[in-house]
Each structure stands twice: as C-alpha cells, then as structure tokens.
C-alpha cells in the first residue's frame, strides 16, 4: 500500500464511510452501510419522498418549497472550488505561523509576544491535515512542526499549564492530530504521547469542568472527552453526563442559545457535535442530537448570506473562523445526504459550503494568514476585535476548522442552488435570537428587532445585494462597544420627541415588537414590522414605528412611518468609508448616495418624499468592517420610502 493510502486510510479512521478518493472505494461501499451512516445524521423521516413533514422541522414548509424552486433555478454559476482549496488556505495560514514558533514548538502571537489560548494545538492538527492528503510528506520539516507543536500541546494539558486556562480547547484538535501522526512516530514518542493523554486530569485541565450549565465551553471539552474516550484512554461515563445535561440549551429550530444570543456561539457547539456523530458517536444521546443537529444545520443553511457569510449577531461575529465553521457543518450534511442518495439536498450543502471557503478567501493577507474579523486594518490595530480575539488563536482555530471540513468533504458531491441563492423566505428567528432573516432570488436582508445595543442595534442590520459588495450594504449595524460615544446605528428611523430630543430605532430595547410576512416567494420577501415604543423623557409619550421591508428584482425598498411624532424625522445610513486599506468611493446628491469599492457598490435612494436632502454627518466612527460616516435626510412628513440597490 502506498504512502498516499495509508495517509488517507488513517485519517479516515476517525470517520464514519468517510469520502476516499479512490472512486472504486465509493462504488463498491456495502449500501446497508452507507444508509445507515447518513441515518446518524438525519432522521429517517427527513428523507421521505414526500418531502419533509410538517411536525420535524419548524421550517419544513421552507425546505421542501426550497427543494421544488431549486428545480426550477435558473443561470446558476458554481463557486469552482474542491475539497483541495481548503488544504491551500491551510497550508498558507500554517506557513505563515512558523516564524512565530519557539523551540519547545509553542506559536507564540506577534501582536501579544506571548503564547495565547489554543493556537499551538489547532497548529499541530491543521499540519496534521496537510500530512493525511499527502499534501506534504510526513518527513517534511513543516509536518515535524506539527508534531511538536503536538507534543507541547500534551505537555501543557498533563501540567494543567494551558495559556489563559483554555485546556477546554486543547483535546479535540489534539486527538484529531495524534491520530494521524500516530502511525509515523517512533515506539518512544508514541509511548510519551499515549502516557501524557492517559495522564491528563480533566477536573484540572477544563476551567468549565463538570458545570451544568456553562455556555459553549462545556461542549467543546466533552467533545474532546468522546474522542479520547473512542481512542481507549477513558470512559464515556462523563461524555453522557455532560451532553444530557447541555441539550437543554438547543431551541426547537436547532440552535444552541447562551448569553446574548450569539450567532457565531450558536454554531460553534454544533459543529462540534456535529463532528461527534460523523465520528461514530452512538451514545444514548445519539438521537437527540441527531434531532437537533439535524434541524440546526437547515436553519444555518436558511440564515446564510449570499456571499456566503453567517449571520451577523452578538460577540465574534464578522471573525473568519465563522465561516470555517459553517464549512464544517455543511459539508457533513452534504456527505450524509449524498450517501442517502438525495443529490438536491447534497448539492445544497456542497453549496453552502464551498460559499463559505470563498468568504474566507475574500480575507487572506500577503504572508498567507488571515485578517480574523472582516476588515484590512494591520493586526496591531485590532480593529473590531473582542479582548480576546487573537491574530495567532483565530486564525488556527479556523484552520482546524478547515482541516475538519477537508476531512469530510466528498469530492464528488456537485453543487447545487442553496437557499442563499433562491431565497423566497421570511425566516422570524426571534425567539430568542430576535432576528428577521429575509432573502428573495440572492439578494439579503437581516434585521434586529431587539438589538443587545452593544454589538447589535435595533433594526436593518445587514442588506447583502446580490452583484453589490457585501460589507457596503451595510453588513452590520454600528456597534456601541468599539466607539467612545457608545451610541448604536442602524439603518433606518430618528424622531424628535416632544422636547426636540432625537430618538433612534436603533438604540430601542423593544421585546413586544409585532412581525408580519406579507410575501414570501423567489420573485419577493416582504415584511412589516411595527414598535410601538415609550418616547424618553418627561411627558413619555407613545409613538408606533411602523417598517415594512420589501426584496424584489434584486432591489430592498423600505416604507417608514410614524405615528404619534410631533416633531421631525430623520432617516440615517451607516457608509463604509474606510476598510482599514482601501477608501470607499462615496458620492452624495440631493436624495441618492452611493458608495463603491473595487468595482462593486450600492446605492441608496430616498424615493419619497421628493423634497429631501442627504447630508453627511462627516464623523469617524468604529465598525467592524472599518471606519464609518452616517448619511441622514430630515423631513416633516409622516412616511419615507427609500431604496437600496446594486452599483457595479
């Protein structure tokens, strides 16, 4: 057996009928098999021919309607991209990290001059990825690398001496690497490597050890235990404890919830628990997480941008890493519904996914490694970073990520439309996550209708156009949390109260906001929504803001109205003007903007009424896309009505 094969049949071990090149392999795999592999992962009566039933998934009627469009879909254009890309963003990322690590094979942060949290493991198996696809030879000094960044990794979990108390982090990347370079190592270094995973104290090791219920820590170190259980260095006794005990934390449309509602953290459970039943977890909890999952990963396949990027919600977001992770999840499910013989829902997936990998790619830095949140200002700046976002950290962690994706992707999966390209859906995610996620014929609306009022505010968060540029849409509101006047913008609606103070959407904190769909066809998404909010000051008196949101021909039109505002309005639009390299080109007449970078824009237009003026407030404020101005259009009238549309 050739180098190549036994490379490709050890990392495979770790798989449940996981894709080999080899078309042979496939072609002569038991079908009983297969069937039940992809049975771990969906439930049975999600691959009725009759569709999926009303009573499995609160948005059945979505999906199967989504399946019936996708037939239908026309100049549909595939992103080119295989199962090899993610070993290139992988290989250069990795590449990239060697100046920065020492001789015990720690990767130390340029930025921090220290080690930080979980970068040296997610080194050691994104090497490890690079080595079981024959991408480099198990010889190469890079793969050597990635086995004492290995051997440290062990070191620091025996000694409990993991940088930041962040051991929680450390099992699942490194048994992921030690079962691929275990085949190659010496009998010594094999025994040193098998005594220190024997040694390892969890009560010692995991800051979130044995706590009920802890947010997405706790599922990240369980799912390191399941694997170090299924290697034969522990039981599974604390695996089951821990996953009976989180299940409570998943919402009927498979999400996983903790403080402040988090996108990225909803996710980040899942894909790797996700990952547990690809790799042959068949505990008792099995079929509950097969419920969940299942479900979770339809619902991200519904909130996924166009171009390819997870909704935008509470801390981490716009980090690449959140696109990795989707990458994941979506390529399990396309390989669980390719060996179910259902090629639409594959098609679907492969799709998501490879949408995904050409976001990351949108990010990746001269010397190979990424800008970890979605902007071009240099690493010192840490610009739109949360205290703990790291260059070094995030970008291994995403490429680990990858790493899982290339391990299993299907090659021979083709894609097929997503509902990031169709759409023809309202998605209501409020409950408790508090957002609208909208999307007719590729182009992309979501809104806040709760906002947290330090990442997120109230309102239009993101307009993702389809042939525009997605960061100019906006892609985010403007976050209180990175800006010294920690006020929130959005776009959308100001009054003045009956003081003459100006009142903001944006920065209400509304819970008994009224959502209505009113469309929900490939041809038009449309909603309203209505607040009916206490004005602040003295008099409190009751406004109702009314918006009703409409996507058609690739165009988001927007009607305001006001009720019970005696004073003016104003509209505002917060204006990328600065990704942290390149200036926006920005161009204002009396009642249209527009705003273009590297070929791509959007334009935004005040239809009515026809005798407003757009100003620019000419202010600096933090985004984490960049640097933002606000445009705003006063006026008396009690209705607005403005566009926004693609500029190329």
Request: proline residues 4%; charged residues 20%; aromatic residues 10%.
């Amino acid at each position: 057996m050739g180098l190549k094969n036994i490379l490709l049949f050890v990392f495979s071990m770790f798989t449940v009928m996981s894709c080999k090149d080899s078309h042979v392999t496939e072609k002569t795999a038991n079908k009983k098999l297969t069937t039940a592999a992809a049975v771990a992962l969906i439930p049975l009566g999600a691959l009725s021919k009759k569709g999926v039933e009303n009573d499995m998934h609160p948005l059945s009627e979505n999906i199967n309607v989504f399946l019936q469009n996708q037939e239908k879909a026309e100049s549909f254009t595939p992103t080119g991209l295989h199962r090899k890309d993610y070993l290139k963003i992988i290989d250069a990322q990795v590449r990239a990290m060697i100046k920065y690590q020492d001789k015990d094979g720690r990767i130390i942060d340029p930025v921090e001059n220290v080690e930080k949290y979980y970068t040296t493991p997610c080194f050691a198996h994104s090497v490890a990825a690079l080595v079981a696809s024959s991408h480099i030879d198990v010889n190469d000094s890079l793969a050597l690398r990635g086995m004492k960044a290995l051997d440290i990794s062990l070191t620091d979990m025996v000694n409990a001496t993991v940088n930041g108390n962040h051991g929680d982090f450390y099992t699942w990347p490194v048994m992921l690497a030690y079962e691929t370079y275990k085949p190659f190592v010496s009998k010594e270094q094999l025994k040193s490597w098998d005594d220190k995973i024997h040694s390892i104290q969890v009560e010692k090791l995991y800051r979130t050890y044995n706590k009920p219920k802890e947010n997405n820590w706790v599922l990240v170190h369980t799912a390191g235990e399941f694997l170090r259980a299924k290697s034969g260095f522990t039981n599974y006794d604390y695996v089951e404890k821990m996953l009976g005990l989180q299940l409570s934390n998943f919402t009927d449309l498979g999400m996983y919830n903790e403080h402040g509602n988090p996108l990225p953290y909803d996710l980040f459970p899942r894909h790797y628990l996700s990952g547990m039943l690809q790799l042959e977890y068949k505990g008792p909890q099995a079929t509950s997480l097969r419920h969940y999952l299942w479900k979770g990963a339809w619902t991200s396949l519904f909130m996924q941008s166009p171009f390819g990027e997870l909704g935008t919600g509470y801390r981490s977001s716009h980090h690449i890493w959140n696109e990795a992770q989707q990458c994941v999840v979506f390529e399990i499910y396309a390989n669980a519904y390719a060996r179910a013989g259902r090629e639409k829902e594959a098609g679907a997936f492969k799709r998501a996914a490879m949408m995904s990998l050409n976001s990351m790619n949108q990010w990746i830095r001269e010397d190979g490694s990424g800008y970890i949140v979605k902007n071009r200002f240099p690493i010192e700046n840490k610009h739109g970073y949360e205290r703990y976002s790291i260059h070094t950290c995030y970008n291994m962690l995403a490429t680990s990520m990858l790493a899982q994706a290339w391990e299993f992707s299907n090659n021979e999966i083709e894609e097929l439309p997503s509902p990031a390209d169709i759409g023809g859906f309202v998605l209501p995610i409020v409950n408790p996550f508090h957002k609208i996620f909208a999307n007719a014929a590729g182009t992309y609306l979501e809104y806040d209708t709760n906002g947290d009022q330090k990442y997120n505010p109230t309102g239009i968060i993101r307009v993702h156009l389809k042939g525009g540029h997605p960061q100019l849409g906006p892609s985010d509101g403007i976050a209180s949390y990175i800006n010294k006047d920690k006020k929130s913008v959005a776009l959308g609606p100001l009054w003045q109260n009956e003081e003459g103070t100006w009142v903001s959407l944006s920065e209400q904190k509304n819970k008994s906001s009224k959502v209505e769909i009113l469309e929900s066809n490939t041809k038009e998404a449309k909603f309203r929504i209505t607040h009916d909010i206490t004005n602040p000051g003295k008099k409190s008196s009751q406004v109702t803001i009314i918006e009703t949101i409409s996507i058609t021909d690739g165009k988001v039109v927007v009607k305001n109205e006001f009720k019970g505002v005696v004073g003016n309005k104003r509209l505002t639009w917060p204006m990328l003007v600065y990704d942290g390299k390149d200036r926006v080109n920005v161009q204002l007449t009396e009642s249209m903007a527009s705003l273009e970078l590297k070929g791509k824009g959007v334009q935004f237009n005040v239809e009515t009424p026809k005798n407003v003026s757009l100003k620019r407030k000419q202010v600096e404020l933090k985004h984490r896309n960049g640097i933002c101005d606000v445009a705003y259009a006063e006026f008396s009238e009690n209705t607005v009505i403005y566009s926004l549309t693609p500029k190329n």
